[in-house]
């Protein structure tokens, strides 16, 4: 089956966002580090075990959503993630680049990957390569 205009936009979108998610992970592991990422989610009243599942999350989602695998099920476990980064960057105003970032970039991402949710893989992914053979 050849790829529509419509599996290359999907495309697009997904490594999009599976970019930004691995990024955002790796950016706690590599930068943040998962002790100070631990760290700023007990600051917000969170259990520190959840560090580690958004980090785990951003990272596998995000490899998983640039390969095109599960791409409806991997954007809907990544949708709460989003909507919690979209929740505590509220308080920080508009504009991502203000002090703390703000909204607009996390609600950007939910919305982006709640969009998925209903587009699917596309033509243009490893689970339709493996379907195929």
């Excluded at 308080?91 to 703000?102: D, E, I, K, L």
Aim: charged fraction near 10%; glycine fraction near 14%.
């Amino acid at each position: 089956m050849k790829p529509t205009a419509n599996d290359y936009g999907i495309l697009i979108i997904r490594l999009t966002l599976g970019a930004a998610l691995l990024a955002h992970g790796l950016l706690k592991y590599f930068v943040f580090t998962l002790a100070g990422t631990v760290g700023f989610f007990e600051s917000l009243g969170l259990p520190w075990f959840t560090a580690y599942l958004v980090f785990l999350g951003e990272v596998g989602g995000g490899l998983l959503l640039i390969a095109g695998y599960q791409t409806r099920l991997i954007a809907a476990l990544m949708t709460p993630i989003l909507i919690g980064a979209s929740v505590v960057h509220i308080p920080n105003g508009w504009v991502f680049s203000a002090q703390g970032g703000g909204w607009e970039y996390p609600i950007f991402m939910t919305a982006t990957s709640i969009a998925l949710v209903f587009m699917g893989d596309g033509a243009i992914s490893v689970k339709r390569l493996l379907a195929s053979k």
